[in-house]
């Protein structure tokens, strides 16, 4: 028996003006979240904190210095090869940011989120997103 490698990833949930901010992956052994939407962040180390993990991913990848909130969300969802359990933060920007590992950006209004454009385990909390900022 092969049990699938489960992953613990903490994201940014970031809001300006009533959008989202998402970035978008590039390639990636894994056709089904290649070129996808996502919220920025990513993997947990050992005996690091979530909050830890999105302040650290995001100035490694973006160079963004942030502010992280509260816990908005947390979802497992099993993919083919893996299972990730992703913690989405509330987080603040307080610099401005670069893009060194994704190859687009976006700022999205909640009503323009598609779940078909989005990592798939990212696209399961847009639902609580359109709820809760009326798209």
Same mark, same amino acid.
């Given at each position: ?6 992953? /613990?990833?903490? %994201? ?15 390639? *990636?052994?894994? &056709?089904?979240?290649?070129? /996808? ?20 991913? #995001?100035?490694?990848? $973006? ?7 509260? +816990? !908005? ?14 913690? #989405?933060?509330?987080?603040?920007? $307080? *610099? *401005?940011?670069?893009? /060194?590992?994704?190859?687009? !950006? %976006?700022? $999205? $209004?909640? *009503? ?6 989005? &990592? ?5 909390? +847009?639902?609580? +997103? ?6």
């Amino acid at each position: 028996m092969n049990e699938k490698k489960h992953v /613990k990833v903490a %994201a940014a949930l970031l809001f300006d003006k009533g959008r989202i901010f998402a970035t978008r992956r590039g390639d *990636s052994p894994y &056709a089904y979240v290649a070129h /996808k939407l996502e919220f920025p962040g990513g993997k947990i180390e050992p005996n690091e904190s979530g909050e830890d993990a999105v302040r650290r991913e #995001l100035k490694e990848e $973006l160079n963004l210095e942030v502010n992280v909130g509260g +816990l !908005y969300a947390s979802h497992t969802f099993e993919y083919p090869d893996f299972i990730v359990t992703l913690f #989405l933060y509330e987080c603040e920007m $307080l *610099s *401005s940011f670069v893009l /060194k590992e994704h190859e687009s !950006y %976006a700022w $999205l $209004l909640p *009503s323009e989120l598609d779940e078909t454009d989005w &990592a798939p385990a990212d696209a399961d909390i +847009l639902g609580s +997103l359109k709820r809760v900022f009326g798209a």
